[in-house]
Each structure stands twice: as C-alpha cells, then as structure tokens.
Antibody, heavy 125, light 107 residues
Framework: EVQLVESGGGLVKPGESLRLSCAASAFNFSSYSMNWVRQAPGKGLEWVSSISSSIRDYVFYADSVKGRFTISRDNAKSSLYLQMNSLSAEDTAVYYC?????????????????WGQGILVTVSS | EVVMTQSPATLSVSPGERATLSCRASQSVIRNLAWYQQNPGQAPRLLFYDTSSRATGVPARFSGSGSGTEFTLTISNLQSEDFAVYYCQQYNNWPLTFGGGTKVEIK
C-alpha cells in the first residue's frame, strides 16, 4: 500500500526556517513527480510546490512561496523535502505531501492520487 | 492564474437525497479537473480525475461531469460518510489551483 509520511513540522518564530520531510514507501519513488500542498487552519487547499520524477528536471512553486521555499528529493532514500525559509504567520498550515500519477514521459497530469496524513507548521512569536 | 469558484459554500442535504456541487473555472481547463473529498482531520481523498474518471474505490453514487469552465459533482442517495468538504482542482495550467470548497452537511 502506498504510504507517504510527513515529518519535521512544529512551532517556529517569524523569520525562522524549517525543513519538512516526506518518507514514501510501496512504490517506485523516483518514477513519480511529487508535491507539497498546504491547508491553513479552517481554510481550503493551496498547492505549494512540485518536483519532477527522475527522468525530467523541473520544479514549480506557488508565487506565495517562491524565493523562500525549496523543494527537493532524494530518490535513494525515497524522500521528498521542503526547505522553508523566512517563515511568516501566513505560512501556518498543515502541509501535505502528495503524489501524482505515473507518466512514462515524465509529464504527468498534476492531480493528486495519494496524500500523506499531513504535518502542522505553526509560525508564531 | 486560473481561479476556481465552487458553489454553494455549504449545502444542506438529507440522507438519501441528491447533492449537486458546482465548480467554475475563470478560463477553460478543458477536462483537466479533479475532485477531492475531505473529512475533518483527514487528508483529502481523490474522487475524480479528468472530470469524470472515478478513482479507485469511489462508489458509483458519485458522478462527475462538465468541460471547459463548468463542472459538476453529483452525489446520489447521500450516505452518512458522504457528509464532508469537497474541493475541485484544475491541472490544465500552472499554478495548480483549487476551489474554495463546498461543505455538504446533514439537513
């Protein structure tokens, strides 16, 4: 069974940094594009960032995080990461790791077929 | 950015009845639209992709339709487990965008 398990969340002060991790299992991690989606308390879903599978080389970011967040992956460890710098209260949210379907050409349709359980990031002084 | 607008924000329906949820895109997304269901405290669950393709395990009482800018999620014969929040998401353009959600509550 596909599993995505986030870790690394917690309480940080404005301006500080945090690194989220997502451990993937039960699928060929390197073959899938991966993503981060967040949800502020009581609010809707917001896409944050996407990274290509190993056969391509692209990343995308939402404007709200561009220049502050960096997505990366370690295929040998089947892990996805999100380095978050210069955090502000507006970044407070549950962060979900999410997979998109496999695409042999490395350009999948970017809907999310599997999600992690989410990890809470709180930015407050 | 493609803005996704869902209506209504809240839908009150009795068990056994039908719920019709709307999702409108600010520009055509062709049929590159997904629907998700989210229960309190849980991660979203994929219901439909490509507008009307049912994800694994989704009951047949759920159906998706539409194209271009207008999309509909219909839930027939509502069951207790269907009372949740539903989101649409377009993946035709970057950035990926979600609608604000429709909460289906028990009437």
């Amino acid at each position: 069974e596909v599993q995505l398990v986030e870790s690394g969340g917690g309480l940080v002060k404005p301006g500080e940094s945090l690194r989220l991790s997502c451990a993937a299992s039960a699928f060929n991690f390197s073959s899938y594009s991966m993503n981060w989606v967040r949800q502020a308390p009581g609010k809707g879903l917001e896409w944050v960032s996407s990274i290509s599978s190993s056969i391509r080389d692209y990343v995308f970011y939402a404007d709200s995080v561009k220049g502050r967040f960096t997505i990366s992956r370690d295929n040998a460890k089947s892990s996805l990461y999100l380095q978050m710098n210069s955090l502000s209260a507006e970044d407070t949210a549950v962060y979900y790791c999410a997979r998109v379907p496999y695409a042999s050409n490395g350009y999948p349709p970017f809907y999310f077929d599997y999600w992690g359980q989410g990890i809470l990031v709180t930015v407050s002084s | 950015e493609v803005v996704m607008t869902q209506s209504p924000a809240t839908l009150s329906v009795s068990p056994g009845e039908r719920a019709t949820l709307s999702c409108r895109a600010s520009q055509s997304v062709i049929r590159n639209l997904a629907w998700y269901q989210q229960n309190p405290g849980q991660a979203p669950r994929l219901l439909f992709y490509d507008t009307s393709s049912r994800a694994t395990g989704v009951p047949a009482r759920f159906s998706g339709s539409g194209s271009g800018t207008e999309f509909t999620l219909t839930i027939s014969n509502l069951q207790s487990e269907d009372f949740a929040v539903y989101y649409c998401q377009q993946y035709n353009n970057w950035p990926l965008t979600f609608g604000g959600g429709t909460k289906v509550e028990i009437k």
